[in-house]
């Protein structure tokens, strides 16, 4: 139905966003591999959309590249991982730390992040294999490549950093102690909140 935004960034708060669309303010919710890359507030930013409709919510999802809101709707089509699960795993690790762990069965470090038991990470190791070579080969030479990693300019450092950065990772699904131990193990002075999810999410695969 919407399958593609452009428009001013208005709102940044890990991992909802706003988008105004000639006056129209569309909420978000991004990965934060697609978060990293946004622009600064104010800015222009195109993202590709996926639309999900519920009894209780209508929801946005948003995403830098095609190939990673592909990646996403193949995660949703994985039994037992609903969008709010695919938006964590996009999160917690980018497109080529997760087809490494399909490819070499990583059980382990998919266990890690919230939510993703051991029987739902061997299915998605199952069902994303042949997923992925479908999807890798149909990427092959278009404009983003599908585990291209794009640079992206850090925000001014925020005042808020830590707290922000445990909002956000209380929003992907952490525990309270697990995301306050995890960015304050991870922060260094400096840091501003994008800098610091990265660094908090990295420290607990």
Same mark, same amino acid.
């Given at each position: 139905m919407i399958g593609r935004l452009t428009g001013l960034l208005v709102e940044k708060q890990a991992p909802e966003i706003v988008l105004d669309v000639n006056g129209v303010g569309y909420e978000l919710q991004v990965p934060m591999t697609s978060f990293y890359e946004l622009p600064e507030l104010e800015q222009r930013a195109t993202l590709f959309t996926h639309f999900v409709v519920r009894e209780d919510a209508q929801l946005l999802y948003g995403f830098i590249t095609k190939q990673e809101r592909a990646l996403f709707r193949l995660l949703i089509k994985t039994n037992g991982v609903g969008p709010k699960l695919a938006l964590t795993i996009l999160s917690g690790m980018n497109a080529a730390e997760f087809?490494?762990?399909? $490819?070499?069965? @990583?059980?382990? =470090?998919?266990?890690?992040?919230?939510?993703?038991?051991?029987?739902? #990470? $061997?299915?998605?190791?199952?069902?994303?294999?042949?997923?992925?070579?479908?999807?890798? $080969?149909?990427?092959?030479?278009?404009?983003? !490549?599908?585990?291209?990693? =794009?640079?992206?300019?850090? #925000?001014?450092?925020?005042?808020?950093? $830590?707290? @922000?950065?445990?909002?956000?990772?209380?929003?992907?699904?952490?525990?309270?102690?697990?995301?306050?131990?995890?960015? =304050?193990? #991870?922060?260094?002075?400096?840091?501003?909140? !994008?800098?610091?999810?990265?660094?908090?999410?990295?420290?607990?695969?």
């Open positions: 087809v490494s762990c399909v $490819e070499r069965d @990583d059980i382990a =470090t998919l266990v890690k992040l919230p939510g993703v038991g051991k029987k739902t #990470a $061997e299915r998605l190791v199952v069902e994303m294999r042949d997923k992925l070579k479908s999807l890798l $080969e149909a990427s092959a030479g278009g404009e983003h !490549e599908f585990m291209l990693k =794009t640079n992206y300019t850090p #925000a001014p450092v925020a005042d808020s950093a $830590e707290e @922000d950065a445990i909002a956000a990772l209380l929003a992907l699904g952490y525990k309270p102690a697990q995301a306050s131990k995890a960015v =304050t193990g #991870a922060f260094h002075d400096g840091m501003n909140s !994008e800098q610091l999810i990265k660094a908090s999410l990295k420290s607990m695969l």
